[in-house]
């Protein structure tokens, strides 16, 4: 496995590695989670896939396995800034206004979406080192522009694997339940940097 990080203009230095993230997105969230977001029949694409976006994606053998997106909170494309923040000024039927703590806009903090696995990517060894490629990467992004602090919105379970790799991640808030998948989500929030390679999950 490898990691590569881009942002939305540099796609194309990496053939169709975007594309396969793309249509990643499409299977996981549309195909199995049923979420009501725009899409095709191959792939998945938002609003927030636009300039202000960079990705880190992981590879392995040629193949897309996994990947995540990253902007800065104080970025703004025409009326759209970044996810949390338009839902919490109402601009997200299915996310709750309340869900996100204070008014983040800053080049300090940077919010991380649509983190995907391949299925192909079975064991719980691989999809660990999946994860921490994804999210190093991540890392990367943010630091080269001044990013200290990362945000997200996803399950609470993936705290514990996040500080299983390493990472010192916790929930900012409480959670709410999605009646469109079944599903708990909470924003969590952790220094951008790896703290150790090894924590003990609580």
Same mark, same amino acid.
């Given at each position: 496995?490898?990691?590569?990080?881009?942002?939305?203009?540099?796609?194309?230095?990496?053939?169709?590695?975007?594309?396969?993230?793309?249509?990643?997105?499409?299977a996981?969230?549309?195909?199995?989670?049923?979420?009501?977001?725009?899409?095709?029949?191959?792939?998945?694409?938002?609003?927030?896939?636009?300039?202000?976006?960079?990705?880190?994606?992981?590879?392995?053998?040629?193949?897309?396995?996994?990947g995540?997106?990253?902007?800065?909170?104080?970025?703004?494309?025409?009326?759209?800034?970044?996810?949390?923040? !338009?839902a919490?000024?109402?601009?997200?039927?299915?996310? $709750? &206004?309340?869900?996100?703590?204070?008014? #983040? +806009?800053?080049?300090?903090?940077w919010?991380?979406?649509?983190?995907?696995?391949?299925?192909?990517?079975?064991t719980?060894?691989?999809?660990?080192?999946?994860?921490?490629?994804?999210?190093?990467?991540?890392?990367?992004?943010?630091?080269?522009?001044?990013?200290?602090e990362?945000?997200?919105?996803?399950?609470?379970?993936?705290?514990?694997?996040l500080?299983?790799?390493?990472?010192a991640?916790s929930?900012?808030?409480?959670?709410?339940?999605?009646?469109? !998948?079944?599903?708990?989500?909470?924003?969590?929030?952790? $220094? &951008?940097?790896?703290?150790?390679?090894? #924590? +003990?999950?609580?």
């Amino acid at each position: 496995m490898h990691n590569i990080t881009f942002d939305f203009l540099g796609q194309h230095r990496h053939g169709s590695a975007f594309h396969e993230y793309l249509r990643l997105r499409k299977a996981f969230f549309v195909d199995a989670l049923r979420w009501d977001i725009p899409h095709n029949d191959d792939v998945e694409m938002d609003q927030y896939d636009n300039p202000c976006a960079y990705y880190s994606l992981v590879l392995r053998r040629g193949e897309v396995i996994g990947g995540a997106r990253i902007m800065p909170t104080s970025a703004v494309w025409g009326r759209h800034t970044y996810m949390l923040r !338009d839902a919490q000024q109402g601009r997200i039927d299915q996310i $709750p &206004a309340e869900v996100l703590q204070g008014d #983040i +806009a800053s080049d300090e903090v940077w919010e991380c979406t649509r983190l995907v696995t391949s299925d192909r990517v079975r064991t719980q060894s691989e999809r660990a080192d999946c994860l921490a490629l994804i999210v190093e990467g991540l890392i990367e992004i943010a630091n080269r522009f001044g990013g200290i602090e990362m945000v997200t919105l996803t399950r609470p379970s993936l705290m514990r694997a996040l500080r299983q790799l390493g990472f010192a991640v916790s929930q900012d808030g409480g959670s709410y339940f999605s009646e469109a !998948d079944g599903r708990r989500y909470a924003v969590l929030r952790m $220094p &951008a940097m790896r703290t150790s390679h090894l #924590i +003990a999950a609580e």
